[in-house]
């Protein structure tokens, strides 16, 4: 028996651990606090639904607080699998290549770039994975204690729509790969649905599957990487890249969309610790989750610039002739054009073998979304937290299956215009969250009083000082982007007469914005409304 499972299992001889357990209160989806036996028609489906997933070995907790009795989880170092695995991706790969190859950036600035915006990027997530053990709450149902009962609706429901966005990237980025295995003789789509089920069938089962599963899944990824740098390295080249005005507005611009990588997983960073003992030191949850997180974002995307910032040069005759196949390969067939070519030749059979790892790995990247999707849908209705946890990681798959078949030819825009977007509105999430607990929590965890206030929205913020900086927040977005579609003002003279396309700084307007009106706005909600 794995640690995992000697750490969650349940002790045989106590039969009430034995016992499905309810809801904390039993008009959960009715958000009421009522002691006592369950009534309700909403609290007496909850209770049937424990019933099936437990009997199917599904984890049958939703939402609520995880009390401390259940905290059977001390593997505390579990954060660091969780996000290795989960970050030792074909994606982090593919978010290395838009350097060179979607904003021309040499080599050198695109190390520069990636180490230091992985650096500050990794700090929210990693801080917001201390709520998991302190309080007991899935991440979005702690944005409770920020957002207001009302608002954590809001940010629930935009926290789906990015779970199917991060779905549908990565999922083009393994049918591509799949694509390049079959050498191209068959379509995205049947790479797309291949990824899509097995995601599923993993996804399904819970927080002890999920974490059985990418404990180790990083392992055969990472040896994959290692092969493939291995047998590229003598081929790496780099052009000079502009100065000025026009290299910094392409800094910036990549380096939003690396802090939105890192960024987007704030939404969701506590939903895999929830079982972890609240006596667990948050500096050591933040030591492994930040880590976890930065450290395969950092070597990956290094890899993944060196290799595009080779093609790049062979676009332009420069390098040796492997050069200039990599960049018609990109040319022709995009990510999986670029993998094959960079494999396939220098170890024939073996290269192949090594590109489905890769189309592994995208599993592992996937589940956390289909597995925490499940749990935001819980928050934005008590009606759809009463259907089953396990139909909607169904659901999140029907819905990406055709997003990702119909993007599946466009890997680096898909994946740019989504992960600045993404960043713009979880930039001002985690401002709120983070502006809310040292400002007005003081930084400590026992003023949330989760276990009595989590469900109970006279006893949370109203939410309109978070919805009044969500607005405000948006409108510094507006501003500062920079995207294909749209160039905001302050995004366009970042760029200036050097960069028809602009500089986003998008993400730092929207934080700096919130970060300005969210404490008076919350003060006054204070002052006259009484929390």
């Known amino acids: 028996m794995s640690d995992v499972e000697k750490q969650l299992s349940v002790d045989d001889h106590d039969k009430s651990s034995r016992e499905i357990p309810h809801a904390v209160d039993p008009q959960l989806y009715n958000g009421e606090h009522v002691d006592g036996q369950v009534t309700g028609m909403w609290a007496k489906l909850d209770a049937m639904n424990r019933k099936l997933e437990a009997k199917l070995g599904i984890e049958a907790r939703g939402i609520e607080r995880v009390p401390d009795t259940a905290r059977t989880d001390h593997r505390i170092y579990g954060n660091l699998f969780v996000w290795l695995a989960a970050n030792t991706v074909l994606p982090t790969f593919g978010v290395g290549i838009l350097g060179p190859l979607l904003f021309f950036m040499n080599v050198g600035d695109s190390l520069l770039t990636i180490f230091f915006f992985c650096l500050i990027g990794g700090i929210p997530a990693s801080f917001c994975a201390t709520f998991g053990p302190k309080l007991g709450l899935r991440q979005m149902t702690s944005a409770r204690f920020s957002w207001g009962y009302w608002g954590a609706k809001i940010v629930a429901l935009l926290n789906c729509v990015a779970c199917v966005g991060w779905s549908m990237s990565n999922t083009i980025a393994g049918a591509q790969a799949l694509q390049a295995v079959g050498e191209f003789k068959f379509s995205a789509a049947v790479g797309t649905v291949i990824i899509a089920i097995c995601t599923l069938v993993l996804g399904l089962f819970g927080y002890k599957y999920v974490h059985k599963f990418e404990t180790y899944a990083w392992i055969p990824t990472a040896i994959t990487f290692l092969v493939m740098l291995g047998v590229s390295a003598k081929h790496f080249i780099s052009l000079p890249m502009p100065v000025g005005q026009a290299e910094a507005s392409d800094v910036l611009s990549f380096g939003g969309v690396i802090f939105s990588f890192l960024l987007g997983w704030v939404s969701l960073a506590s939903d895999y610790n929830v079982y972890m003992p609240a006596e667990a030191k948050s500096w050591k949850v933040f030591m492994w989750t930040y880590l976890g997180i930065v450290t395969p974002c950092i070597l990956v995307m290094w890899l993944g610039s060196a290799v595009a910032a080779t093609a790049l040069a062979g676009s332009y005759g420069e390098g040796s002739d492997t050069a200039v196949a990599w960049y018609n390969a990109y040319e022709e067939n995009e990510l999986g054009g670029l993998l094959y070519q960079v494999m396939v030749p220098p170890l024939k059979g073996g290269g192949k073998f090594f590109i489905v790892l890769l189309v592994l790995s995208v599993i592992a990247n996937n589940i956390i979304n289909v597995y925490s999707m499940g749990l935001s849908i819980s928050v934005i209705s008590r009606y759809l937290a009463a259907v089953p946890r396990i139909v909607w990681p169904f659901f999140i798959t029907a819905i990406y299956i055709p997003l990702a078949i119909v993007g599946a030819n466009h890997f680096a825009e898909t994946l740019e ?19 809310e607990h040292f400002l ?8 949330y009083n989760a276990a009595e206030s989590w469900n109970r929205p006279d006893r949370l913020p109203v939410g309109i000082a978070a919805a009044g900086a969500f607005c405000v927040g948006v409108a510094g977005a507006v501003l500062g982007m920079a995207q294909v579609w749209y160039i905001g003002p302050i995004g366009a003279a970042v760029g200036g007469t050097a960069n028809s396309f602009g500089g986003d700084v998008g993400f730092e ?23």
Do not use: H, Q
């Open 440 to 447: 007005f929590r003081k930084g400590d965890y026992a003023n």
């Open 509 to 531: 307007l929207a934080a700096a914005f919130t970060a300005i009106v969210f404490p008076p706005l919350r003060w006054l909600e204070l002052k006259y409304l009484r929390r």
């Open 417 to 435: 215009d989504f992960l600045s977007v993404l960043g713009y509105w979880l930039a001002i999430f985690v401002t709120v969250v983070l502006e």
